[in-house]
């Protein structure tokens, strides 16, 4: 029986990085989480959410983001990078998707089109890049569509660019992906479990190591 996919915890993996155009990545998605999107206070240094405007009640809104778990499957040309690293994934790898403004819309279009916007573990996502797209420093889309390389390879380096292309789900077909992506599911959802537990009966044994806060010595 297909397994629905339901959001759960972050878990670090590479990021795939749509930077050239004709790459691909073809991907068995794991599972999702929207969250906030976030930039650098330049005064005080930390991380704050970016304003969106109001909603109807006029409660403030924050820009957001999807973050889509996924394992490589064979084709992906994309290179994932987590922290310095970076290369094109080998299939079986757990990467992650990250799609924000113009992306994120594009996955919403996606969505709706597939099984009435219901995504099950195992459902493959396609990625190609054909333009990119400058934006200013509030994350607001400027000048028009790059749909060349040069273009893009001549934006400046303190220009924010963007690039993209055709996004695409579609149930998966491939048993052995399938199983792939459920595995990677059931392995997430077994490390959440085990973070949230609490051992019983063995706080005692530690009560002078700790203080009333909870705080070691």
Avoid at 36 to 46: I, Q, Y
Avoid at 61 to 88: F, N, R, W, Y
Avoid at 129 to 141: I, K, V
Avoid at 189 to 214: L, T
Wanted: glycine residues 12%; proline residues 5%; contains cysteine.
């Amino acid at each position: 029986m297909a397994i629905e996919l339901n959001d759960g915890a972050r878990i670090g993996a590479p990021v795939i990085r749509q930077q050239r155009f004709g790459e691909v990545a073809t991907l068995a998605i794991v599972r999702t989480e929207q969250r906030d999107r976030l930039r650098k206070n330049l005064a005080s240094g930390e991380m704050e959410p970016i304003p969106n405007g109001k909603d109807r009640q006029g409660n403030p809104k924050v820009k957001q983001e999807i973050v889509i778990h996924c394992v490589a499957m064979p084709g992906t040309s994309m290179e994932a990078k987590l922290g310095d690293e970076a290369a094109v994934p080998a299939a079986g790898d757990r990467v992650r998707v990250i799609l924000k403004a113009k992306g994120f819309g594009d996955w919403i279009e996606a969505r709706k089109g597939h099984r009435k916007g219901k995504l099950n573990v195992g459902d493959q996502l396609t990625l190609a890049t054909r333009w990119a797209q400058q934006y200013d420093q509030d994350g607001n889309p400027k000048g028009s569509k790059i749909e060349t390389q040069a273009e893009a390879d001549a934006v400046p380096r303190n220009v924010t660019i963007g690039f993209y292309g055709p996004i695409s789900l579609s149930e998966g077909t491939d048993v052995g992906w399938i199983e792939a992506a459920e595995q990677a599911y059931r392995d997430d959802q077994a490390s959440e479990r085990q973070q949230r537990a609490i051992p019983i009966g063995e706080m005692d044994d530690f009560g002078d190591e700790f203080g009333d806060d909870g705080v070691p010595f």
